[in-house]
């Protein structure tokens, strides 16, 4: 499986943007996708993740109620539509899939950068 994250930009506190996780090689619902982020100078974390069977949805305390990932089969592609973005969001974006709920991320993606601006 090759991820392809897509999406970043510069936006303003209070602002949105909406990433993509293109996938190829497999459906994107065989497996499940992840997003994490990395901040500067910060270990790497999980925002939420969308798993293979039946869609379910979770997300990082951090993020829940602004973020929604969703998928489009048909693209093959998974969405982080990142809503009331905070300057502490900037990071780089990464998506990444399992095999099931219970293995390790193992495919990933290059990140792209958001910046969130004050």
């Known amino acids: 499986v090759q991820l392809q994250a897509s999406g970043g930009g510069l936006v303003q506190a209070g602002g949105s943007l909406r990433l993509s996780c293109t996938a190829s090689g497999r459906p994107v619902t065989s497996y499940g996708t992840g997003w994490f982020r990395q901040a500067p100078g910060k270990e790497r974390e999980f925002v939420g993740r969308?798993?293979?069977?039946?869609?379910?949805?979770y997300y990082a305390d951090s993020v829940r109620g602004r973020f929604t990932i969703s998928r489009d089969n048909a693209k093959n592609t998974v969405y982080l539509q990142m809503n009331s973005l905070k300057p502490e969001d900037t990071a780089v974006y990464y998506c990444?899939?399992?095999?099931?709920?219970?293995?390790?991320?193992?495919?990933w993606g290059q990140g792209t950068l958001v910046t969130v601006s004050s």
């Open positions: 969308i798993d293979r069977n039946g869609g379910r949805t």
């Open positions: 990444a899939g399992r095999e099931t709920t219970s293995s390790t991320f193992e495919y």
